[in-house]
């Protein structure tokens, strides 16, 4: 089982990040994809995908929990791991 989604690159915060950080992160990417303010067909999903990621990390029980898997992850199965990073990173590249 790989992640699904990647919730420090969604933040755009690293996973040492504090929970300061990853708040302020959240409500500027959550104000630049609101679906109020943000006209694009994929805004949407994109804000859906922001507030999952803050929830997910903002509450101390739940971020270690996904850090936990995280890092059993990148133990078990690295190179699906490396496969699926290299293509979320190449994929921003040209968006």
């Known amino acids: 089982m790989t992640l699904a989604r990647?919730?420090?690159?969604?933040?755009?915060v690293s996973p040492?990040?504090?929970?300061?950080?990853i708040k302020a992160a959240y409500r500027k990417k959550a104000t630049q994809y609101h679906p109020d303010k943000n006209p694009s067909p994929e805004a949407?999903?994109?804000?859906r995908e922001i507030q999952e990621a803050?929830?997910?990390?903002?509450?101390?029980?739940?971020?270690k929990a996904?850090?936990?898997y995280r890092q059993c992850s990148l133990v078990d199965d690295p190179l699906a791991v490396a496969r699926e990073i290299s293509a979320k990173?190449?994929?921003e590249i040209f968006n």
């Not at 040492?16 to 950080?21: G, R």
């Not at 949407?44 to 804000?47: D, K, S």
């Not at 929830?55 to 971020?63: F, G, I, K």
């Open 89 to 91: 990173y190449i994929q």
């Open 16 to 21: 040492n990040a504090a929970a300061a950080l």
């Open 54 to 63: 803050y929830e997910a990390l903002s509450d101390p029980v739940r971020r």
């Open 44 to 47: 949407a999903a994109r804000f």
């Open 6 to 12: 990647d919730h420090y690159a969604i933040l755009g």
């Open 66 to 68: 996904y850090d936990d």
